[in-house]
């Protein structure tokens, strides 16, 4: 084993070498002729002349060896679902579904747009995408019908794959009225709608657009389809994420950028060997659920685990059950879930079999110290490793990578910057470097962006440079709008967003899009949203709105009705996931002199911390309402 130091070193001073390397990791048709094209920064080309496919090595490039071991294990807490598919199982399942998807004329790069619950149907149609070129779009199934109209909206899709229902808690929610509705709502239609049918929520097909995935899957039992070789730079997929603006970004991704990745990462970072067992229990909704509960595992030839359902449904050992049961060497979720399970009984931990596990990795939001301290003593010690990255870099930026050498985590830091990526501090004003010890920065990345980073926003080259590499001052590199230190060892800790992006338990939204859904409201004449420090989910919505007819509101119970409407309609429009905890109703807002919302004061005094300088603000007393409504 090398040292970590050199291997990072070499992978930015000798990069196009350091990857020609990783690229062996993959089944290439057509070699690349050239590692790296970054002659028209910040646009990086990966791979450029190299043919191959996603679901070729996901699936296909593994029957050779292990044609009859476990591929995917989908487990449903909330059917009582448990079905495991070999390799075999799945590329069969994948070519039906590729098939239905040909039929309905989809060709290499036609859009796809996916908007299901946890379930394999998922996977396969994720697979049959990229196994035929075609560019997939998956869309949180917790987003409700304006979410899923703006995306409908931008990726254009041919077709879209959705199911009847999803399930929480034994719970069904019903999606179909969701997509009919965001149908509706969006420009766009698709032609067709392949509907896969659990039998949990009864719909009336729209004849002509809807087919009914059983009925085409029986026609297809015995399909054949070859993959489809694409050009490396292919798009794979887009991925949309929240930003400042209403409109959500999609994050293209490439094909052969993206699988060089995940193969280096299986070993590198995760350890994940061939044959062995890796369990997400993140959503195929989210980045972490593209790249470790779908490509990256498969990519290793290990078995992954496509979990829905709660972790502490039927009770707080569900997770530890399974991985006992599947023998999981690599587990990966997210902060807010352990802080959901330390609400359980700790005996829940050691109730089982846990001897397969080599270590928890946890992303997605910032791991507090008692929370990683709980779940490393509760798991005997086993490694708990918190890594940072964001739906546009589809693998993590700071890591420590035991593969590569072992290193210890230290609490409150999720590593040091992985190989591939030239971290940079810099100082927001001035744009220089910041090299010393515990100075806070803006955490940048000189580009090129390392293999499986977003090639541009879907549709908007414009955007992509305009709000990712143009927001340091003087400077071309990419800003990953998080403020951070690094320590005398090279460890990072993030400090926070710079920007109006919060994080409600490790999902990312946009206060822009969940203020715009709020004003839509009738008798909403302004509001500002933050995101409010909370002990579970990391953070929260908060919503404070100037109400167009104040006159009933000094009632408590018409304030209750107002805050109980506006929490309806971001519901219906975006999902529950985007909704405040809170809608106070203030008459005015504190802003500077110039109109500029002061949204860190607002923040400041909703978390009980001081507000800090207020000497551009407007009307200090519209400050203090903020506070005596907190109190209140
Ligand atoms: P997303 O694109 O949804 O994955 O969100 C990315 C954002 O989540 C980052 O820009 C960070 O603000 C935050 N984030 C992700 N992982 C971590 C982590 N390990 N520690 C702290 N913040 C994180």
């Given at each position: 084993m090398g040292s970590f130091a050199d291997f990072h070193a070499r992978s930015i001073n000798d990069r196009d070498a350091f990857w020609a390397e990783q690229a062996k990791l993959v089944d290439w048709k057509v070699q690349p002729?050239?590692?790296?094209?970054?002659?028209?920064?910040p646009f990086a080309k990966w791979f450029v002349g190299g043919e191959t496919n996603l679901c070729h090595n996901a699936v296909d490039r593994h029957l050779a060896e292990r044609?009859?071991?476990?591929?995917l294990i989908f487990v449903s807490t909330e059917t009582d679902t448990e079905k495991t598919y070999s390799y075999r199982e799945l590329h069969a399942e994948v070519q039906r579904m590729a098939a239905i998807l040909q039929d309905l004329g989809?060709?290499?790069?036609d859009r796809v747009l996916i908007y299901m619950p946890m379930i394999a149907e998922a996977a396969f149609a994720m697979l049959a995408c990229v196994r035929l070129g075609a560019i997939h779009s998956v869309v949180f199934g917790g987003f409700a019908s304006h979410s899923l109209a703006s995306r409908i909206e931008d990726a254009s899709p041919k077709v879209i794959i959705s199911a009847d229902a999803g399930s929480r808690s034994g719970k069904v929610v019903a999606y179909k009225p969701l997509l009919d509705e965001a149908i509706q709502l969006s420009a766009h239609k698709p032609a067709n709608v392949i509907m896969v049918d659990r039998q949990l929520a009864p719909f009336t097909p729209v004849a002509g657009r809807d087919m009914d995935y059983a009925t085409e899957r029986a026609q297809h039992m015995d399909a054949v389809v070859p993959c489809v070789w694409v050009e490396?730079?292919?798009?794979s997929y887009t991925l949309y994420t929240s930003g400042t603006t209403g409109k959500p970004k999609g994050v293209q991704r490439d094909t052969g950028g993206y699988t060089v990745a995940l193969a280096a990462s299986?070993?590198?970072?995760?350890e994940g060997k061939p044959g062995g067992t890796f369990f997400c229990?993140?959503?195929?909704?989210?980045v972490v659920g593209h790249s470790y509960i779908i490509y990256g595992p498969l990519i290793g030839g290990m078995a992954t685990i496509l979990y829905e359902g709660?972790?502490?449904?039927?009770?707080?050992?569900i997770w530890w059950s399974l991985v006992e049961k599947y023998k999981v060497n690599v587990m990966f979720s997210a902060p807010t879930a352990i802080r959901v399970l330390k609400?359980?009984?700790?005996a829940l931990l050691t109730k089982?079999?846990?001897?397969?596990?080599?270590a928890l990795f946890l992303a997605g939001e910032p791991l507090d110290e008692p929370t990683a301290k709980w779940i490393s003593e509760g798991l005997n010690g086993k490694a708990i490793i918190d890594n940072y990255w964001q739906t546009e870099t589809?693998?993590?930026?700071?890591?420590?990578?035991n593969g590569v050498e072992k290193a210890p985590s230290k609490f409150g830091s999720p590593g040091k910057a992985i190989y591939g990526y030239n971290v940079k501090l810099v100082?927001?004003?001035?744009g220089d470097e910041l090299t010393g010890a515990h100075q806070k920065g803006v955490l940048t990345i000189e580009g090129p962006?390392?293999?499986?980073?977003?090639?541009?926003?879907w549709g908007d080259d414009e955007r992509f440079v305009k709000t990712?590499?143009?927001?340091?001052?003087n400077k071309l590199v990419y800003n990953t709008f998080d403020w951070a230190v690094r320590d005398e060892d090279g460890y990072f800790f993030i400090l926070g967003r710079t920007d109006d992006v919060i994080n409600v338990a490790g999902h990312r939204l946009g206060t822009r899009e969940i203020e715009e859904s709020i004003s839509?409201?009738?008798?909403?004449?302004e509001v500002a949203v933050v995101g409010v420090a909370d002990q579970l989910k990391g953070q929260v919505a908060m919503a404070f709105a100037i109400a167009k007819?104040?006159?009933?509101?000094?009632?408590a119970t018409a304030r209750l009705k107002l805050e109980g409407e506006v929490m309806k309609v971001v519901d219906k429009q975006?999902?529950?996931?985007?909704?405040?905890?809170r809608v106070f109703f203030v008459s005015a807002l504190p802003k500077t002199?110039?109109?500029?919302?002061l949204r860190r004061a607002i923040q400041a005094v909703a978390e009980g911390r001081e507000p800090g300088d207020?000497?551009?603000?407007?009307?200090p007393a519209a400050l203090q309402q903020i506070v005596d409504q907190i109190k209140g």
């Open positions: 002729q050239q590692i790296c094209d970054y002659s028209n920064p044609a009859d071991q476990p591929a989809v060709v290499k790069g490396s730079t292919h798009p299986m070993p590198n970072i995760f229990t993140s959503d195929i909704g989210w709660l972790p502490i449904r039927p009770d707080g050992g609400k359980q009984d700790p089982y079999d846990l001897s397969s596990l080599q589809g693998w993590p930026i700071l890591s420590i990578c100082d927001d004003q001035t962006l390392p293999p499986g980073n977003l090639q541009t926003i990712y590499w143009k927001t340091v001052p839509s409201h009738p008798n909403i004449a007819d104040a006159s009933g509101l000094g009632d975006l999902g529950a996931v985007a909704r405040p905890s002199r110039s109109g500029k919302l207020l000497t551009t603000m407007d009307d």
